[in-house]
């Protein structure tokens, strides 16, 4: 099963993406876990991408493409696996349709999750993470125990340099002229599968589990 996660930064993609590979048995592809972890170990690729990720930019999209195909490429693929945060353009989707087309392992479905952009804005700006084990908590929310310390490790937690208010605002601006298109793009492919993401983490994913069903059921995922 190959699947793609699509939807706004701060919808809840990240969580998501968690439950449905734990579940169905996929390998879990972040791009943004991919660049966070590539700052964090200081490689040229981090260095470059750095820049654009603090400003809320996009990575330039031969740099992401390139690093995508060479995931794809290892074992744990085989399985299946769940794109998450990626494509992000029109272009990556294309080179994502062509690279998948020649590994003729083709997309089963792509999970489009949305919430309104309020819910989206305070999610974003009380996301607080730990730097050590990567546990997500909520300033208002879901605060941790010990103000600045992870429950889960004792790590530190604090907030990603890119939910700050400015860069939050960018990354939304760049998601509605970039990657909002993708729902028209795999809509048409019939691909699409709309998911309310305004529920629990629970809710959620058992909304999306229901669908995928659903679409199993009536053989859509057959057909393409
Ligand atoms: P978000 O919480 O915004 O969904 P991610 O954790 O997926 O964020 O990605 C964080 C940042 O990493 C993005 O704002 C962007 O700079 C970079 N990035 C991740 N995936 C891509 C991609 N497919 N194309 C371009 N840039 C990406
Ligand atoms: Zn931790």
Known sequence: MQLILLGPPGVGKGTQAEKI??????AHISTGDMFREAVSTGTELGKTAREYM????LVPDSIV??????????P???????????????????????LLARMGRPVN???????DEDLIIARLSGRRVCASCGATYHAVNKPPKQDGVCDACGGE???REDDREEAIRERLAEYAAKTSALTDFYAGLGLL??????????QVFGDVVSALEARAASGT????
């Open 109 to 115: 479905a792509v999970i489009d999750l949305s919430a």
């Open 157 to 159: 937690v604090r907030q």
């Open 21 to 26: 590979s734990g579940e169905m048995g996929l």
């Open 193 to 202: 599968v709309p998911i309310d993401a305004t529920g629990s983490p629970e």
């Open 76 to 98: 744990d693929t085989q399985r299946g696996f769940l794109l998450d945060g990626f494509p992000r353009t029109i272009a990556q989707a294309e080179s994502l349709q062509a």
């Open 221 to 224: 995922s057959e057909v393409r």
């Open 54 to 57: 603090a400003a809320g930019k």
């Open 65 to 74: 493409i390139g690093m995508v195909e060479e995931r794809l490429d290892r």
